[in-house]
Nanobody, 118 residues
Framework: QVQLVESGGASVQPGDSLRLSCVVS????????TSWYRQVPGNQREFVAV???????NYADAVKGRFTISRVNDKKLVYLEMSDLKPEDTAVYYC????????????WGQGTQVTVSS
């Protein structure tokens, strides 16, 4: 059974930093590209960052220079380091993985809430 479990969400103030974690189980993690998405109620889920199995990363313009995605393959972990948080970063953050060859094979986590407010 495949599971993705996010943690680390919190209520913080503007300018603070936060690290989200996603632990994956039930599959060969090395074969999956890893991403983070976020969603505000009433809006579509939006891309935040991706880190491929080959080590290539990409970020949404809104978070470039502030967020960093990383992974630890032997622990099946994905991180999202967030700094200089802004109120507009408030959302539910989701971990997402997709097989690097069979792109129809993908999985979502349940989400973790990040609230940025003064």
């Amino acid at each position: 059974q495949v599971q993705l479990v996010e943690s680390g969400g919190a209520s913080v103030q503007p300018g603070d930093s936060l690290r989200l974690s996603c632990v994956v189980s039930g599959l060969n993690f090395d074969l999956y590209d890893t991403s983070w998405y976020r969603q505000v109620p009433g809006n579509q889920r939006e891309f935040v960052a991706v880190l491929s199995t080959g080590g290539t990363s990409n970020y949404a313009d809104a978070v470039k220079g502030r967020f960093t995605i990383s992974r630890v393959n032997d622990k099946k972990l994905v991180y999202l380091e967030m700094s200089d948080l802004k109120p507009e970063d408030t959302a539910v953050y989701y971990c997402y993985i997709r097989h690097n060859r069979f792109i129809s094979v993908d999985y979502w986590g349940q989400g973790t809430q990040v609230t940025v407010s003064s």
